[in-house]
C-alpha cells in the first residue's frame, strides 16, 4: 500500500504537476526585455528526477542513521554491546533475522 503510495505520488511530481503549472506560466509578470525560453518537459522530467532521487538517498540513509541511534538508546543504558550481540525483540528475545532488519 505504501510503495503504491509512493509511486503514484512520484508520478503525479514527475509528470504531472509540470503539465498543469505550464498553462499558467504565460501569466507571470517579468519585467520588460526579460526572455526566459520555457523548459521542455523532457528538461523538467530530468530536474525533477535528479530532486527525487536526492531525497530518496537522503531519506534512506536519514532511516538507517535513525534506526542505529534507536539501536545505541536502547542498548546504552542496559550495558548491552551494539557490535557483538544480533538483534531480537525486546519482549520476548526472538532472534530478528537479517533480512528483517533493514530500515524501510
Given at each position: 500500500?505504501?510503495?503504491?503510495?509512493?509511486?503514484?505520488?512520484?508520478?503525479?511530481?514527475?509528470?504531472?504537476?509540470?503539465?498543469?503549472?505550464?498553462?499558467?506560466?504565460?501569466?507571470?509578470?517579468?519585467?520588460?526585455?526579460?526572455?526566459?525560453?520555457?523548459?521542455?518537459?523532457?528538461?523538467?522530467?530530468?530536474?525533477?528526477?535528479?530532486?527525487?532521487?536526492?531525497?530518496?538517498?537522503?531519506?534512506?540513509?536519514?532511516?538507517?542513521?535513525?534506526?542505529?541511534?534507536?539501536?545505541?538508546?536502547?542498548?546504552?543504558?542496559k550495558g548491552?554491546?551494539?557490535?557483538?550481540?544480533?538483534?531480537?525483540?525486546?519482549?520476548?528475545?526472538?532472534?530478528?533475522?537479517?533480512?528483517?532488519?533493514?530500515?524501510?
Amino acid at each position: 500500500m505504501i510503495v503504491t503510495a509512493a509511486a503514484l505520488g512520484s508520478l503525479v511530481y514527475l509528470i504531472a504537476w509540470p503539465m498543469l503549472t505550464s498553462p499558467f506560466a504565460p501569466v507571470v509578470d517579468r519585467p520588460a526585455g526579460f526572455v526566459v525560453e520555457e523548459p521542455t518537459y523532457g528538461e523538467l522530467f530530468r530536474a525533477r528526477l535528479g530532486k527525487l532521487m536526492v531525497f530518496g538517498f537522503f531519506s534512506y540513509f536519514g532511516a538507517c542513521f535513525g534506526s542505529f541511534l534507536n539501536v545505541v538508546a536502547a542498548s546504552a543504558p542496559k550495558g548491552e554491546s551494539i557490535v557483538t550481540r544480533s538483534s531480537s525483540c525486546p519482549r520476548c528475545g526472538t532472534p530478528i533475522r537479517t533480512r528483517d532488519n533493514w530500515p524501510l
